[in-house]
Every structure is written in C-alpha cells, then in structure tokens.
C-alpha cells in the first residue's frame, strides 16, 4: 500500500485535513499525517509540530507561548524543510499533498522543494493563481487553485480536494501499471543555451549524443539556469556544457532573467566535470522598450521581439561580469575548463552585427584570465565565434577528456 504524506495545519483546519485523510483511506492510500500548526490539532497525527520545531532546534510550548506567529510560523517552515527529507529518506512515505492559502503554502512549499525530483507533489492553495515561483521554485511540486478559501468543506471545496486526491493517487498507484522503458539509461550532460547560443549547443548536443549521453538542455532564463544548478546538486549529471552563462549579466545589470548570486556553483561544489564558457554575456535582458530603466535609455538596445528588449554591456559591466565568474570558477577543487571564443559570444556580437564590440569582449575576457589564479582551471581563447561548429564539438570533445578521467580516477 502507497503512503501519503498529508501536512497542513491540523488545528485551524483539521476539518479539512481529516476529509482528506478519509479519502487517502478511501482511495487506497496510507494517509502519513503531519501536524504543521502552532497550537493543539483537532486529531492526533503521527508527526507533531513539536517534532517540526524540534527539527529546527525550537521548543513547540515556547513557540505557543511567545505568540508571535512571525517566529512560529519561520520556525516550523525551517523544521519542515530539514524533517521532511529524513522522513522520505526512512520510508515513511511515498507522496505528499498539502492544502491553505499563503501561510499554509509558504509554510510546507519549502520542505517539498527539498524533496527528489519525481516524488509526487500537490499543493492545493489559494495563490495558486499568477506567478508560483516562490513555493514551486525549482522543484515539480503541482499547485492546483482552490477556488474557494480552504475554510471548511462545500460543494465547491470538496470537489477540488477529491480531484486533488484522486491527481496524487494516480501519481503513486498507477506508475506501476505503465510499461518499463526498453530504452538503455544512457548518462546525462546539462547544458546551457539561450535564442543567440542555439547553433552552438545544438552542435554539442548531436556529438555528445552520438558518444552515447543525452544532454539535457536549459534555457538561461533564471528559472533554468537555477534549475539545473538544483538538479547538479542532486547528483543527476555524468558532466556540464555550461556554455551559455548569460544570467549573470541580469544579475550584474538588474536584468529580469537573473539566476541569482548562486549561479555557476553547483558543478564547482559537486566536482561534476565541467565545460564552461561566455554565451551570451553580451547583453541583459528587459521587458518592453518602455520598461527599460531610465538609466539604460541612452545605450545600445536591440529589440529582440516586442516583449524582450536587449541592452549590450559595456566595458564596466563586462569587467564585473568576468570577476564574478571567475571568481566562482577559482572555487573549483577538480579540472574544469573555461573556454573564451574570441570572435564573438552570441549571434549579435559577430562583424556586423547590433551587439559587436571588440572592447567590450576584450574586458570581459580581460577579468576572467586576470581573476583565474586556480591550478585545476584551464582558460583557453578560441579563434571561433561561439556558434561555429569547431567551437562547440570542441567543447563536447573537452568535457568527454573530464568525464573520461574523472571515471578513470574514481576506478583507481
């Protein structure tokens, strides 16, 4: 039997959990019930909350007493994330749902994006409407909208949870049913590609592809770039082609497609044997013309189509860009290898195109050779624009030599 992991705040509304329950049982499932609320639940579960803020090293009756539910509600979140993949980990369940509206999502969201990809995961709530990225982040968690306020049980509400239930049991019941895959699990390489890097990854696709991986492509949009930052930490790539690092300049820039800080630190921390390159650092992105910043008004901007509107770096942001980069690469404690296509980083910094600038791509690759002081990283200038096909199997070729004697180390 499948078991369920049901979290929620089981004193305000333990009515609506225990429907829940009863339809885990009714639908076959183990329901597994964690109690997430500050105060007492309405029936006992097999997780309490004084477990929960335990695991975030907070005692449960000085939460209570405090009565900030600020501090309760942080403490029991923290507990949560920390918890809950111990609790998967020891097979106490196979898939979680949870229902609420922003404190009840905020509150079990983060635990659930600290779960492996693939277990099932159903967030009913009131904010699933708009823009979801604060509770699903990188993770596959499903929100469905709740419609009505998760406050008691109706004809609207009980219909949404029974759709909800029977969406979660499927997940868990049916995988089973589907046939095996006959195809042979072949290693996987994450690689990063924007519109203006295309050619060139898909160059490096088809050879690493016909060596017998399957590449796993990104869209350096944020949300992808953290993405497979979230997924190398989760161990699943043979090797990275990270060749597309465009994020950077949003973050640089104040951008709107920016990865964060973070970005470019997973495959360093993880030792994954990785190729990196320059693709696209040559522009950061905005929305519509008339959303560009007042300050940028003045510089070189390309329409890229009537949502997007792109801004060349100058020599000053592709000095910043270089150094943080390099130093993220500085951090590396296994070979990796920069790669620095000296004609030109996307298809509009070319000889005659909108974003072309000598001096611009000299300062940028100015401050990554300039900031690398790491043994183990091996920068090398390229006489190819990035989408020249010499240049992308060439990449391909550099990864398969790190993997190759990554494997051969480990062997010894």
Request: charged share 15%; glycine share 8%.
């Amino acid at each position: 039997m499948k078991k369920l992991a049901i979290a929620g705040t089981f004193d305000t509304k333990g009515t609506e959990f225990a429907y829940l329950k009863q339809l885990a049982y009714d639908l076959g499932l183990k329901p597994y019930m964690i109690h997430t609320g500050v105060f007492a639940p309405k029936f006992t579960p097999d997780v309490s909350n004084a477990t929960i803020a335990a695991a975030a090293g907070y005692d449960i009756a000085t939460l209570v007493d405090r009565q900030d539910r600020a501090l309760a509600t942080r403490a029991l979140s923290q507990g949560m994330e920390k918890l809950l993949p111990q609790l998967y980990a020891a097979g106490e369940f196979d898939g979680i749902i949870t229902c609420g509206g922003s404190g009840g999502t905020s509150l079990v969201a983060p635990a659930m994006r600290a779960l492996p990809l693939g277990v099932p995961k159903v967030i009913v709530s009131t904010m699933a409407s708009g823009d979801t990225s604060q509770y699903v982040g990188t993770s596959d968690i499903i929100m469905m909208p709740s419609i009505v306020d998760v406050a008691g049980l109706n004809k609207i509400s009980t219909t949404i949870f029974k759709n909800a239930m029977l969406a979660i049991a499927g997940m868990l019941q049916l995988d089973a049913t589907l046939p095996a895959s006959k195809e042979k699990t072949k290693p996987l390489i994450g690689a990063t590609m924007f519109g203006v890097t295309t050619p060139c990854v898909d160059y490096a696709k088809a050879y690493l592809e016909k060596q017998g991986y399957e590449v796993l492509v990104f869209h350096a949009t944020g949300t992808g770039g953290k993405t497979m930052e979230h997924l190398i930490k989760q161990g699943f790539f043979a090797g990275i082609l990270d060749l597309t690092t465009t994020e950077w300049c949003d973050e640089v820039c104040g951008g709107v497609l920016s990865a964060g800080p973070n970005r470019c630190e997973a495959a360093v921390a993880s030792q994954t044997p990785q190729v990196v390159s320059v693709g696209a650092c040559d522009m950061a992105n905005f929305g519509p013309r008339a959303t560009v910043p007042p300050r940028y008004q003045d510089r070189n901007l390309y329409q890229h189509n009537p949502t997007v509107t792109l801004m060349r770096t100058n020599e000053v942001e592709s000095t910043q860009i270089g150094q943080e980069l390099a130093q993220r690469w500085n951090q590396a404690q296994a070979p990796m290898k920069v790669l620095l296509p000296t004609q030109g980083v996307s298809m509009i910094d070319a000889p005659g195109q909108p974003f072309e600038s000598l001096s611009a791509r000299a300062a940028l690759f100015d401050a990554i050779t300039g900031q690398l002081d790491n043994p183990l990283v091996t920068v090398e200038k390229i006489d190819h624009h990035i989408n020249d096909q010499a240049f992308a199997e060439y990449a391909a070729q550099q990864l398969l030599q790190l993997i190759a004697a990554q494997t051969a180390k480990q062997a010894e």
